[in-house]
T-cell receptor, first 116, second 112 residues
Framework: GAGVSQSPRYKVAKRGQDVALRCDPISGHVSLFWYQQALGQGPEFLTYFQNEAQLDKSGLPSDRFFAERPEGSVSTLKIQRTQQEDSAVYLC??????????????FGPGTRLTVL | AQKVTQAQTEISVVEKEDVTLDCVYETRDTTYYLFWYKQPPSGELVFLIRRNSFDEQNEISGRYSWNFQKSTSSFNFTITASQVVDSAVYFCALGSYQKVTFGTGTKLQVIP
């Protein structure tokens, strides 16, 4: 079956523009995660959905960042009024997890965002 | 707070050498999960292994092996007879209640 897909793969934005990044999880995966990976660093947690419910958004760096998963499948990460410090790779992951146990997360290829 | 430390930033080995990547973690949770992921130059994170905190058995999968020692909060990863295709950044990660914390990664370069 298909893995996690993300689009676009690359996005260049001018400072101040809004961007929307899309994630299609593995079919049947209940949980969906967004991470931000700066150059030379490990992925950092942004937010987590179980079905359509956003259960944890503690990692979102500012109120310019907003994520949604309205039908419990595809998710969109939106960044408003982009800043240069938002430049990073945004990774999406999905898992079967529904309980407390941390299930294996499978990652998409990421979207590389460059803010000029 | 959870923390994962990968003290080795970069390692270079000659092909066919064995190499061990170190991982030390901190958590107050009694139930947690440990992971290793590989990130090749293409950029996609590839899952390698998941272990829970109650299972301290070492695991071997082909040329890969993992040594989990709860007493020292370590979960080290060894590649035996390294190959050029093993060149990548390797991340150790700690998960609890679905939230996963990653280390900063170890870049492994295998020289032919």
């Amino acid at each position: 079956g298909a893995g996690v897909s993300q689009s676009p793969r690359y996005k260049v934005a001018k400072r101040g523009q809004d961007v929307a990044l899309r994630c299609d999880p593995i079919s049947g995966h209940v949980s969906l995660f967004w991470y931000q990976q700066a150059l030379g660093q490990g992925p950092e947690f942004l937010t987590y959905f179980q079905n359509e419910a956003q259960l944890d958004k503690s990692g979102l760096p500012s109120d310019r960042f907003f994520a949604e998963r309205p039908e419990g499948s595809v998710s969109t990460l939106k960044i408003q009024r982009t800043q240069q410090e938002d430049s990073a790779v945004y990774l999406c992951a999905s898992s079967l997890a529904t309980g407390h146990d941390t299930d294996t997360q499978y990652f998409g290829p990421g979207t590389r965002l460059t803010v000029l | 707070a959870q923390k994962v430390t990968q003290a080795q930033t970069e390692i270079s080995v000659v092909e066919k050498e064995d190499v061990t990547l170190d991982c030390v973690y901190e958590t107050r949770d009694t139930t947690y999960y440990l992971f290793w992921y590989k990130q090749p130059p293409s950029g996609e994170l590839v899952f390698l292994i998941r272990r829970n905190s109650f299972d301290e058995q070492n695991e071997i999968s082909g040329r890969y092996s993992w040594n989990f020692q709860k007493s020292t909060s370590s979960f080290n990863f060894t590649i035996t007879a390294s190959q050029v295709v093993d060149s990548a950044v390797y991340f150790c990660a700690l998960g609890s209640y679905q939230k996963v914390t990653f280390g900063t990664g170890t870049k492994l370069q295998v020289i032919p």
